[in-house]
């Protein structure tokens, strides 16, 4: 099998980049890394989030930030965000939303991993399925998107992006601006998708 191309290995990239701080609060090395990132500017403002977000790695520290993301997405009963498929399509967790998406992870062949505490449906999971999706070139890609993310990711983000933590609110903006290229990238190839049965 021959190599990603450039532009879906970054894709895979990011999705396992907003996958992580998603899931947690950045560690020392982590964070340095973003704060170094050099980004180029090019005019577009997936560019600018970017830039905002390494701005906002150099001016913050672990401690802060681990504080910010139990307040913003875990919280002692919920965050300010609720990053679930489930909370945000059906207004419940563990509803409709997330029965869905674990008979396609099924068929797939996703399972989830032993020690994961989290429902599939947070954000954090559907975006490693996404980079996998992306590496494994499967056909399921763009459907799996239009399906399972597009629905209601980029809202999850908007309201990352409105949280009083600098850094969780940019790189809320920078995930929203990533999703809203992902659905220009991928609407058109889902719709070429062959209409597929499936048996209840």
Same mark, same amino acid.
């Given at each position: ?19 992580? +701080?998603? $899931? ?8 340095? !890394? +973003? ?8 005019? &577009? +403002? ?24 139990? @307040? ?9 965000? &609720?990053?679930?498929?489930? !909370? ?55 459907? /799996? ?6 629905? !209601?990711? &980029? ?9 009083? &933590?600098? /850094?969780?609110? $940019? ?19 889902? @719709? @070429? ?8």
């Amino acid at each position: 099998m021959n190599e990603l191309n450039e532009s879906d290995a970054l894709r895979a990239d990011v999705y396992r980049l907003l996958a992580r +701080l998603l $899931r947690e609060a950045p560690d020392a090395s982590l964070l340095d !890394w +973003l704060a170094g990132l050099e980004v180029e500017q090019d005019g &577009t +403002l997936l560019a600018e989030h970017w830039a905002s977000l390494v701005d906002a790695s150099g001016e913050s520290s672990v401690e802060d930030l681990e504080r910010a993301h139990f @307040q913003h997405l875990v919280g002692v009963v919920q965050g300010d965000v &609720t990053p679930y498929a489930s !909370w945000y399509r059906n207004g419940e967790l563990m509803d409709a939303a997330l029965v869905a998406l674990r008979r396609d992870l099924k068929a797939l062949g996703f399972r989830r991993a032993e020690h994961s505490r989290d429902p599939e449906d947070h954000l954090a999971a559907l975006a490693e399925v996404m980079a996998m999706l992306i590496e494994g070139r499967s056909p399921e890609e763009a459907r /799996f998107f239009m399906t399972h993310l597009a629905p !209601w990711a &980029t809202d999850c983000l908007a309201d990352l992006g409105r949280v009083d &933590t600098l /850094f969780h609110a $940019r790189l809320g903006r920078l995930g929203h601006a990533f999703m809203e290229q992902e659905y220009r990238r991928l609407e058109a190839e889902a @719709q @070429q998708d062959p209409v597929r049965i499936v048996e209840p």
